[in-house]
């Protein structure tokens, strides 16, 4: 993620060639040891139609350092031992890089609007939480003999399989069950 924030801050700003450590430098480092966290990158978006004129179109940049904020507040949880605190900000973090790299690939001629980066961005925001459940899934597909019960199957899913909450995973589970029942064939289990 990083190293694509890098790239993109390169391309932007630098001359164009990769690894001048622009972005490391003068975005990363002092972010990493002051701050601020995604967060306050992101409540920086939600005021940006009230910028002057002249920073408005800077827009595209302000996404660039709001995936690095919670790309930064991704690292420290995870280094603290938090894991699912660092998931979260890691899906923040994921969803501001798309929005930041797609806007940045359809942007050539015009800047874009904040609402149309993160329109661009939506996609992405929800791709960790649709790969998460393709691995819940899988995970059925393997282990639903093992369990007597769709609660007790969530039980065993919930912070162990994913960094999920016991509703979702049973919310998950029970679509699983009805795609299965559905004509996709399992064996055993509930």
Request: aromatic share 12%; net charge negative.
């Amino acid at each position: 993620m990083i190293s694509t924030l890098a790239d993109f801050w390169d391309e932007v700003l630098g001359d164009g060639s990769e690894g001048s450590g622009k972005f490391v430098e003068g975005v990363f480092g002092p972010m990493w040891r002051e701050g601020p966290t995604g967060a306050l990158q992101e409540k920086e978006i939600e005021n940006w139609e009230s910028q002057e004129d002249e920073l408005k179109e800077f827009g595209l940049l302000q996404t660039a350092f709001t995936a690095c904020g919670y790309a930064i507040d991704a690292m420290k949880a995870e280094k603290a031992g938090h894991t699912l605190e660092a998931w979260k900000f890691l899906a923040s973090a994921n969803y501001w890089l798309g929005a930041t790299v797609g806007a940045w690939s359809l942007r050539k001629d015009r800047p874009l609007t904040v609402q149309e980066l993160a329109v661009r961005g939506a996609a992405s925001r929800h791709a960790e939480n649709r790969a998460m459940k393709a691995e819940v899934f899988a995970w059925m597909d393997e282990h639903n003999a093992k369990y007597r019960s769709l609660d007790s199957a969530a039980e065993a899913i919930a912070n162990k399989v994913a960094p999920i909450k016991f509703r979702t995973a049973r919310d998950w589970i029970g679509e699983w069950k009805k795609l299965r029942s559905a004509g996709t064939p399992f064996g055993g289990g509930f």
